[in-house]
């Protein structure tokens, strides 16, 4: 049946039946109606004040990549004055002086943790999220590039109760850092690990699921957990939110080389 379907249909008949949310049932697919409505609310309709940020990052190695990609946009962004960067690093050794070289680039507040223990996704970002001081937190691996724009992002596109999951772009091996078609392709299907929302709501939902140990499913746990909790989420595609090609054990990503 799915052969008869334009191209074009298939991502609405997707979305309507078969996106992983519908497993909690169709409530959600009101709770995403809503999320549509405050976007384009939000985006078009009212001004709405830049906030102060936290960008919270669990690291383990991936310190080129945050050095040369993560930090000289973070130096970019509008609103410097408003963000506040917070790292809990998990004893990498790939850099002996991580935190200096940070400080180096960035000038903005930031907030440091070291500590040498295994790595998990869910229990470093928990960390930096505890740690950071702003009503507004947004969660971020280490291997990307940001929107200059992204505290203004951030600010409209979170409110109590209500969360942002941008789709990210994912670039292709040894292709140009910016974003193009032919460049890479977005994390539609999967890719929930990005958020902004509110501390508070963060800590309300339980955080990420520390049960969570090897690479993944942290994220769409979290995801699903925002539904079943009745959170208004947006999720659209962001161009300016590059993740940077690197070896990956994942053979999700095998493909990206």
């Known amino acids: 049946m799915k052969n008869w379907i334009p191209n074009h249909l298939k991502f609405p008949f997707w979305w309507v039946f078969k996106s992983p949310q519908r497993s909690l049932g169709f409530i959600t697919l009101w709770t995403d109606l809503k999320g549509i409505a405050h976007f384009i609310w ?47 690093d998990c004893g990498s050794n790939d850099t002996s ?22 790595f998990t996704r869910s229990m470093s970002f928990n960390k930096a999220v505890k740690q950071a001081s ?77 049960d969570f140990t090897s690479w993944g499913g942290e994220d769409e746990e979290f995801y699903l957990r925002c539904y079943a909790n009745h959170m208004k989420v947006i999720r659209y595609r962001e161009k300016e939110l590059l993740h940077h090609w690197h070896p990956s054990l994942n053979p999700k990503y095998k493909k990206l080389e």
């Not at 690291?59 to 050095?67: A, H, K, P, Q, T």
């Not at 960035?106 to 295994?118: A, H, N, T, V, Y």
């Open 42 to 88: 939000r985006k078009y309709f009212i001004a709405v004040p830049p906030k102060p940020l936290s960008i919270c990052v669990g690291i383990y190695n991936r310190s080129e990549l945050f050095l040369n990609h993560f930090i000289p946009s973070l130096a970019q962004c509008d609103h410097p004055e408003l963000i506040e960067l917070s790292i809990f």
């Open 134 to 210: 702003n009503q507004v937190v947004f969660l971020c691996d280490a291997d990307f590039s940001l929107p200059k724009d992204l505290v203004q992002k951030c600010s409209n596109y979170t409110a109590p109760n209500t969360c942002w999951f941008p789709i990210v772009f994912y670039l292709y091996k040894n292709k140009p850092q910016y974003y193009h078609p032919t460049h890479g392709e977005w994390m539609q299907w999967g890719g929930k690990g990005i958020v902004a929302c509110y501390k508070k709501d963060f800590e309300m939902l339980g955080c990420l699921n520390e």
């Open 97 to 118: 002086v991580l935190k200096e070289q940070i400080q180096k680039r960035f000038k903005g507040s930031l907030k440091f943790s070291s500590e040498i223990i295994p």
